[in-house]
């Protein structure tokens, strides 16, 4: 934010989280809500970037816009997040853990959605606004276990766990306020999203993470190091022809 300031970026957009509303109450979780008790480090930390943020509009002017995102999966995503450790394991035949009774839920948002508000966010600025980014909709531990299975086509090894401290039983964004400002709406549902994850999972990532376990210790070589590979048939490269263009527009967001 301090260069932002310094070189006059016109438009500061920046990720925070749906861990800011600790453990609401609320059926649908609103930006007007207080959200000065978090639950978590993790959730401390996103609020204090709020703030901070707010911070520097105040005292420079400058137009920021702060984004909770609310539990975002996909391809490529993160593998210690839920949807992918789920398919991995559940592909692999091994056992995964489930926190509690299965009746928390989550509004999960597939990337795609995500990437769609973060670009409307860019192209729109406020001089200081907070908008939840979810799909609108909660989706049950329970029943992403069982999603995950039809799409996997293997049963899984379940092995349930006392919940964790500091996790919070529901989350569920209100989206109205990023659909009238920002014109934002989720697209994709949790169904066809874990469908794409799991698709993606066994064309891609299986096939060429994923090797034959050998007699031994053995460490998996991660999405990233395959990447990395120069001989890797996923790597895609590209002429600074094809580069020139992304390029022109990045200058215009900017």
């Known amino acids: 934010m301090e260069l932002s300031h310094r070189f006059g970026v016109k438009n500061f957009v920046f990720a925070s989280s749906s861990s800011v509303y600790g453990g609401s109450k609320s059926t649908f979780f609103s930006e007007d809500e207080s959200v000065d008790n978090p639950v978590s480090p993790y959730a401390a930390s996103k609020k204090a970037c709020e703030l901070l943020a707010y911070t520097y509009h105040h005292l420079y002017k400058l137009n920021v816009t702060g984004l909770r995102f609310f539990t975002v999966y996909g391809p490529r995503g993160r593998p210690d997040m839920a949807p992918f450790k789920f398919i991995d394991r559940v592909s692999r035949g091994e056992e995964l853990q489930q926190f509690g009774d299965g009746s928390s839920s989550r509004d999960y948002t597939y990337i795609d959605d995500i990437v769609d508000g973060v670009v409307r966010a860019i192209d729109r600025p406020?001089?200081?606004q907070v908008f939840n980014l979810g799909k609108g909709s909660g989706t049950s531990l329970a029943e992403f276990l069982s999603?995950?299975?039809?799409?996997?086509?293997?049963?899984a090894i379940i092995k349930v766990m006392p919940d964790q401290p500091g996790d919070v039983p529901y989350t569920c964004a209100d989206v109205s306020?990023?659909?009238?400002?920002?014109g934002y709406a989720a697209t994709v549902p949790f169904d066809e999203g874990i469908r794409r994850t799991a698709e993606w999972?066994?064309?891609?990532?299986?096939?060429?993470v994923v090797e034959t376990p050998k007699p031994g210790l053995k460490q998996c070589p991660s999405y990233a190091d395959i990447l990395s590979k120069p001989s890797n048939p996923i790597v895609k490269v590209v002429s600074q022809e094809q580069i020139k263009p992304q390029r022109r527009v990045l200058s215009h967001w900017g």
């Open 126 to 128: 406020y001089s200081y």
């Open 147 to 155: 999603i995950v299975q039809k799409h996997v086509g293997k049963k």
């Open 177 to 182: 306020k990023a659909y009238d400002l920002l």
């Open 201 to 208: 999972y066994k064309n891609e990532y299986q096939t060429q």
